[in-house]
Nanobody, 124 residues
């Protein structure tokens, strides 16, 4: 089992940047594919990006491609989401998640562990 704690959310103006962090504890961090999802009010949980166990492969949603960057630091058991050129439509609660398959998956139902979420609000 793994515990996930997100941090780094906040309020930012359109065009600004934020970096989210997700600290993992418990089982070996490298055992998990790590993903970021988001959920806006009244909407379902949406895939944002995920990164492979080794950190060499990442898959992005089209809506964030070129603006967001995921990375992971195995020494710190942490995964990061650098968000640049933020837009009001990026406003949501952002969740970190972990899954134990060997594939990068986009469906929230495939993820086994979730953090509590961190709010990101982008003002226009």
């Amino acid at each position: 089992q793994v515990q996930l704690v997100e941090s780094g959310g906040g309020l930012v103006q359109a065009g600004g940047s934020l970096r989210l962090s997700c600290a993992a504890s418990g089982r070996i961090f490298s055992s998990y594919v790590m993903g970021w999802f988001r959920q806006a009010p009244g909407k379902g949980r949406e895939f944002v990006v995920a990164i492979s166990r080794g950190g060499f492969t990442a898959v992005y949603a089209d809506s964030v491609k070129g603006r967001f960057t995921i990375s992971r630091d195995s020494a710190k058991n942490t995964v990061y989401l650098q968000m640049n050129s933020l837009k009001p439509e990026d406003t949501a609660v952002y969740y970190c998640a972990a899954e134990t398959t060997d594939s990068i998956l986009k469906s929230p139902s495939e993820y086994d562990y979730w953090g509590q979420g961190t709010q990101v609000t982008v003002s226009s």
